[in-house]
C-alpha cells in the first residue's frame, strides 16, 4: 500500500470512458488538498479526506501536483546517431525536404540504424526511456520505421517489446517500415510498397510484434495510392492504423485518414478545414506534433485552436526523433501549444493524458488517476498544474511511478 498525501492539486482527468472534445478538455477534475491511495500497481481511490490505511507507505507531496503520467502518442525513440549537424543546416536556411533530397534526413538514420547491433539498439533505447521518465511521460506509442528492410524493422520492434517487458516504460509498438523509400529501392517506390504489404507486414503480424501500422503519407515519398494499399493490408491484419499527414504539403491526408477510419491523423500542419471536418466525422483522433514545426523551423503551426472548438479529441505529443523533434520533454510541448497554437493548460493536459490514452486504446488502464486505473502518477514540483507550461525550459517531474513502482526521483 502507498499513499501520495499533501497534493495542493490532484487532476484525476476523471469523466466520461473516451476522449474528450471541446470544453469538456478544460475539466482537469482537480481535487485540491487531496491524497491518493494505491495498492501494488493500482489506483484504490483519490480524494480530499481520505484515511490512510494503516502500514501504508506515506509519500509527502508537500503541496505539489500530481497527475497521470503523460501518455506521449507519437515517437520514434529507436535510433542510432545524432542529425545535430542538419540541424545546423537548417538554422543556416537549407530546408528540411532539400536535405533529405541530398541523402539525409531519415535515410541519414536509416544507415546508422543498420549498421546497430540489437543491443546497441536497446541502450540507446533505453536512455531514451529515462528521457521519457524525468520528463514525467510513463507511456510512449513508439515507432520503428529506421532500419526499411525486414532485418532492421523486425530488430528496432523487439527492442521495443524489450523495453516494455522490462518495465522500462509502457511502449506501445507501431511499424513504420513505410517511413521512407530506403538507397537501394530509389526510384523504385511501387517495389518497396510490394515489399512492406506482401513480406514485412505478415512477418510482422506473425510475430505480433506491432498494435499499429503507420505511413509517411507525403508526396514524393509515400503517396496517397500507395498509403491505401499499404493501410488496407495493416488493416486485413488486424492492426490498428495511424498515419503522418499533410505535414509538409495538403495532400489531402486527412480525407484518406478518414476513409480508412484511422485511429490517428498526425502532424496536419497543411490540413484545410474540409480535411479537419472529415476527421470528426469519421471520429479520427489528430495527433499534433508542435515540436516539429518549432524544429524545423517553421511557423506553419496546425490550427489546434479550430479543433478543440470543433469538438475534435485533440492528442499533442513530441513526435521525439533524430530529425524533426529530437525533444521527450510533453512539458515543452505543453508550452509550445499554449504560445504558438494558444492551446490552454488544462486543455493540452488533458491532450497528453487520457486523449492520448484513448487514441492507443489503453484508456481503460492508464491516462487517468481514478480507482481501478494503472497507478501511473508523476508529482511535479510545482503549486499550480498551470506552471507546467509558464515555467518553460526544465523538468518539472519530481517523482514518477509507473504501476506504484518509483522509477524516477529528483531532488
Ligand atoms: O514525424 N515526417 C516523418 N517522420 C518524422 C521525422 C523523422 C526524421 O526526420 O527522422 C516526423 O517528423
Ligand atoms: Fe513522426
Not at 540504424?113 to 514525467?136: I, N
Not at 516504460?169 to 530509389?186: K, M, Q, S
Not at 509515400?222 to 498509403?227: M, P
Not at 520533454?329 to 490514452?357: C, D, K, W
Request: proline share 4%.
Amino acid at each position: 500500500m502507498l499513499a501520495i498525501t499533501n497534493c495542493s492539486q490532484i487532476l484525476t482527468l476523471r469523466g466520461p470512458a473516451r476522449a474528450r472534445g471541446g470544453a469538456e478538455m478544460r475539466d482537469l477534475g482537480i481535487i485540491e488538498n487531496g491524497t491518493i491511495l494505491v495498492d501494488d500497481e493500482q489506483i484504490t481511490a483519490a480524494g480530499a479526506a481520505l484515511k490512510i490505511p494503516r502500514g501504508a507507505e506515506v509519500i509527502d507531496a508537500g503541496g505539489r501536483v500530481a497527475m497521470p503520467g503523460f501518455v506521449d502518442a507519437h515517437t520514434h525513440p529507436v535510433f542510432a546517431g545524432s542529425r545535430a549537424d542538419e540541424f545546423e543546416q537548417r538554422v543556416a536556411g537549407a530546408s528540411y525536404a532539400e536535405i533529405a533530397a541530398r541523402g539525409g534526413g531519415i535515410r541519414s538514420t536509416v544507415r546508422k540504424t543498420r549498421a546497430a547491433t540489437e543491443q546497441q539498439l536497446f541502450e540507446v533505447a533505453s536512455r531514451h526511456a529515462r528521457l521519457f521518465l524525468r520528463c514525467g511521460t510513463t507511456t510512449i506509442e513508439a515507432k520503428s520505421g529506421y532500419g526499411l528492410t525486414m532485418n532492421d524493422e523486425l530488430k528496432q520492434l523487439r527492442v521495443i517489446r524489450r523495453l516494455d517487458a522490462e518495465g522500462l516504460i509502457r511502449a506501445v509498438p507501431t511499424f513504420l517500415g513505410a517511413h521512407e523509400v530506403p538507397d537501394e529501392y530509389r526510384g523504385r517506390t511501387r517495389e518497396y510498397v510490394e515489399l512492406v504489404v506482401r513480406e514485412m507486414l505478415p512477418r510482422v503480424a506473425e510475430q505480433s510484434l506491432a498494435e499499429y501500422c503507420d505511413v509517411f503519407c507525403e508526396p514524393g515519398i509515400f503517396g496517397v495510392l500507395e498509403t491505401r494499399l499499404i493501410l488496407q493490408a495493416a488493416r486485413s491484419l488486424g492492426l490498428g492504423i495511424r498515419m503522418h499527414v499533410d505535414q509538409l504539403s495538403d495532400s489531402n491526408g486527412a480525407a484518406l485518414a478518414a476513409e480508412l477510419q484511422a485511429a490517428t491523423a498526425d502532424h496536419l500542419e497543411c490540413t484545410d478545414s474540409a480535411g479537419i471536418a472529415a476527421l470528426r466525422e469519421a471520429g479520427v483522433q489528430p495527433v499534433l506534433l508542435p515540436g516539429a514545426t518549432y524544429m524545423l523551423p517553421s511557423d506553419a503551426y496546425p490550427d489546434a485552436r479550430s479543433m478543440i472548438d470543433d469538438g475534435l479529441p485533440l492528442v499533442l505529443a513530441t513526435d521525439f526523433n533524430p530529425g524533426s523533434s529530437p525533444t521527450p520533454s510533453m512539458t515543452m510541448i505543453l508550452s509550445i501549444a499554449a504560445t504558438q497554437m494558444r492551446v490552454l493548460s488544462s486543455e493540452a493536459i488533458t491532450a497528453t493524458t487520457v486523449n492520448a490514452a484513448y487514441s492507443l486504446n489503453r484508456g481503460d488502464r492508464i491516462g487517468t488517476l481514478e480507482a481501478g486505473k494503472l497507478a501511473d502518477i508523476v508529482i511535479h514540483d510545482v503549486p499550480d498544474y498551470r506552471e507546467l507550461a509558464y515555467v518553460f525550459g526544465i523538468e518539472h517531474a519530481w517523482r514518477v511511478f509507473l504501476g506504484g513502482r518509483l522509477v524516477f526521483s529528483r531532488e
